[in-house]
């Protein structure tokens, strides 16, 4: 978990450095040492998760701080370290919200210590009941990677191979094909379920910060990096961390990623005490990596570093009818959480869609289809209510590399099947000779689909 | 009895160190830059009469002595923090503030000897 920010109230400044050294000693502690009340209230507002306090202060007394930290925030634990009060005071303090009472003595030391591993325990629980509870309402868009057709079964072989050990598994697809997804499928069936998966998208943070959201940084480390912050690698320790857009990675953090890969520690900046990490890596891309060896953009040994078990995900118009499968998922999703009936997509609807390119896969399905809901009228979505949203004009049209010759038959054929086959109509519309039509159909160069 | 006692033990600072070389030359340090001046605050409220006082800076006193295993002023400081509380003179007040004066003094300078020049 993060650190633990203790903010010790104490006026005996020898008793005060003994506690701040003592607590120190665990690094995931961050201790700050307050010898007033005043100085203390005033630092207050950068919220510490526990506080330790001494009953009589200088310009107070610890019932009154007790009071000013649970008025503005009664979740913070106040734990009282004080000479032997009497026993009225020790109930007052537990009555008004202390988290504990100890006393200062030859057991205090230890004392203390199995308060504040109690209070890391529960705040650490917390945290993650949060982030459960954010989980349940997420909802796991796994079925943006549902399908039957034979390339997605063959990627679902896969994600059940990688879940079984933790090796590094490298996902390729054009983007928004889901490779998000399948990281979170294999991590939410891998024995790291129950942590935190950790998401790193390399193409959206700026360059210079990578390195310290990736590795974090201690106190001090650069300007501005006035408390320590764990990285990325941290967090996911004994957890899966998902690096997406690894390709947008520059040469210099390649190596550093290298290394961490290679020795499994990490070094915060600012710091020279390496720690260690043990985290299942997946990384994602839209880039072809070994192109990009060849390049010399990415480098070769972390390319085998990190290629473990590869997944290509498909794009969406190599799925055939999952298309249509996604899309009535999609149009029935969206309808039920804006409270709408059900809706039908015509036949002529889904032609089209089969048709279509995709260039932005499933995410640019699911938003088609949320639009096409929104303009369709009496429960159906028609044809003319998909909008298609690729700007890219003549390479829309080029899906394939393939001859002109078979790029006729294809257009002729879906204007034949778009127009119930009246070969008289298509001649007309695509200025070619009927004859043309007709002798490509008894060539069987075209093969019509049955009315 | 007590005088027999050591005057300072610093077994508890250094197991607390746990590791740290530097951490008991800072304590000491530390405990040299605030203490004295406490004590002499203690002896100032006591020959004031304002006993409130002087128990409240005994009570303060208190865990520093401890901290630095000072056996023969554990009683001592304990009692005078309880008799300023209570706001009460005996005649053996006298005797143990003055024992609590001269015992940190020897204590001041033993622990100054300690320091690097």
Redesign the interface.
Known sequence: MAVLKVFIIEDNEVYAKALHHHLSLNPDNEVEVFHTGKSFLQALHTRPDMVTLDYSLPDTTGEEILKKIKEFDKEIPVVIVSGQEDIRTAVNLLREGAYDYIVKDENTRERLWNTVNHIRENVRLKDEIDRLREEVNIKYDFSSIKGNSEVLKKVFRLIEKAVMTNITVSIYGETGTGKEQVAKAIHYNSTYRKKPFVAVNMAAIPKDLIESELFGYEKGAFTGANQRRIGKFEEANNSTIFLDEIGELDLHLQAKLLRVLQEKEITRLGSNLPVKVNSRVIVATHRNLADEVKKGAFREDLYFRLLGLPIELPPLRERGNDIIILAKFFADEFCKDNQLPKIQISRAAQQKMLKYRWPGNVRELKAVMELGVVLSDDGMIEEEQLNFHSQDGIKDLIFEETSLRNYTQQIIKYYLDKYDHNVIKVAEILDVGKSTIYRMIKNKEIVLNAK | MEQHSPLFDLN??NE???G?PE?VG??VD??L???PSQVEQLVLSFEQGDLKRMG?VA??????I???GIERLQTTVRSI?QKGKAEHKDEKLSLEVEQLNSVMGEVFSELKKLLPK
Do not use: C, G
Not at chain 2, 59 to 64: A, N, T, V, Y
């Open positions: 508890q600072l607390l160190a746990a740290n951490f800072v304590m530390t405990f830059t605030h203490t409240e009570h303060k006193l208190k865990p520093s401890d901290l630095f923090e």
